[in-house]
């Protein structure tokens, strides 16, 4: 699947043996990478890794303390891992790959928005 326009693209490249938290900022600002309108909250999330990545074995980590969570109103935090099985695949050599987790928000907007991006990391043996 391509990555979509509106994705938001993580800068840092993760390892495929780090387990990393990672933020997302949602709010709506000047860098059209966020989309929540002013105002606007989230009323409920979901993370999901798309087929790709997770054939790839990019994984969202859960169980206390590494569940998915709002660190504020528009700050999401979650952990991201990769399968041990697959950390030392080639597949992850040179450039590595970019791989896309879906985030579904419904929004406390009356009546509730509800919206999704993919959330876009390149995995790369550092």
């Not at 966020?34 to 990019?58: I, K, N, P, Q």
């Not at 050599?93 to 879906?102: C, K, N, P, R």
């Amino acid at each position: 699947m391509p990555i979509p326009v509106d994705a938001i693209v993580f800068r840092s490249p993760i390892d495929p043996a780090d387990q990393l938290d990672q933020y997302a900022q949602l709010l709506r600002d000047d860098s059209a990478t966020t989309f929540l309108d002013s105002g606007e909250g989230v009323a409920s999330f979901s993370l999901v890794a798309t087929a790709e990545a997770t054939a790839m074995g990019l994984q969202i980590k859960t169980g206390t303390p590494y569940d998915p969570a709002l660190v504020s109103p528009t700050v999401l935090k979650f952990w991201t891992q990769v399968a041990p099985g697959m950390q030392s695949s080639p597949l992850f050599d040179g450039a590595g790959l970019q791989l896309g987790i879906e985030l579904t928000i419904t929004t406390t907007n009356s009546p509730p928005r509800i919206k999704q991006r993919t959330l876009v990391f390149t995995v790369r043996q550092r």
